[in-house]
T-cell receptor, first 115, second 113 residues
Framework: EPEVTQTPSHQVTQMGQEVILRCVPISNHLYFYWYRQILGQKVEFLVSFYNNEISEKSEIFDDQFSVERPDGSNFTLKIRSTKLEDSAMYFC?????????????FGNGTRLTVT | EDKVVQSPLSLVVHEGDTVTLNCSYEVTNFRSLLWYKQEKKAPTFLFMLTSSGIEKKSGRLSSILDKKELFSILNITATQTGDSAVYLCAVRPGGTSYGKLTFGQGTILTVHP
């Protein structure tokens, strides 16, 4: 069964550094998302992306965050200057259509640790 | 603000037991409710419910939605150790926010042999 693939599985970085989290969505999917889960807390929506632009973003997704689809397969989340509170599990997800009838398929996540 | 509350927060049972997990929600514009199973990493999709009273079933798992009382239940019969996981409930809003799911805090299910 096709999967959403995320790399790396674990990233450790120092406060103030830039990080790029990578995702390869399922190949025929058109809609892409980033969610995060701070340890012990709920999974939270960050951003949705379609047709090379952001469709919707949450309050969490401030100017420090950006997303990009640099080629036909990868979907990236960049955090420009990481803070301690950015430490979380970041999940990429994709869906084939944007009709509300298809579930989101999640990747295994990247655990980001900011020291 | 949309809100999803799951109960219980954790549950410990023995193999063969039947469990019922609860999810209640408050949303301004409801489209569907989704259940996911999270075993250490990726939430994996279980069910999507849009209509009240229609049970969705997959093997030993089943789920139903009550849109009047704003809740859903996930039943697991004859539990096995492989059912041990965090079960997540999420609501999907109507309108154009197709991908903006609001999750509950999850129910941690532990099944002992």
């Amino acid at each position: 069964e096709p999967e959403v693939t995320q790399t790396p599985s674990h990233q450790v970085t120092q406060m103030g550094q830039e990080v790029i989290l990578r995702c390869v969505p399922i190949s025929n999917h058109l809609y892409f998302y980033w969610y995060r889960q701070i340890l012990g807390q709920k999974v939270e929506f960050l951003v949705s992306f379609y047709n090379n632009e952001i469709s919707e973003k949450s309050e969490i997704f401030d100017d420090q965050f950006s997303v990009e689809r640099p080629d036909g397969s990868n979907f990236t989340l960049k955090i420009r200057s990481t803070k301690l509170e950015d430490s979380a599990m970041y999940f990429c997800a994709s869906s084939p259509v944007r009709d509300g009838q298809s579930p989101l398929h999640f990747g295994n996540g990247t655990r980001l640790t900011v020291t | 603000e949309d809100k999803v509350v799951q109960s219980p927060l954790s549950l410990v049972v023995h193999e063969g037991d039947t469990v019922t997990l609860n999810c209640s929600y408050e949303v301004t514009n409801f489209r569907s409710l989704l259940w996911y199973k999270q075993e250490k990493k990726a939430p994996t999709f279980l069910f999507m419910l849009t209509s009240s009273g229609i049970e969705k079933k997959s093997g030993r798992l089943s789920s139903i939605l009550d849109k009047k009382e704003l809740f859903s239940i996930l039943n697991i019969t004859a539990t096995q150790t492989g059912d041990s996981a965090v079960y997540l409930c999420a609501v999907r809003p109507g309108g154009t926010s197709y991908g903006k799911l609001t999750f509950g805090q999850g129910t941690i299910l532990t099944v002992h042999p």
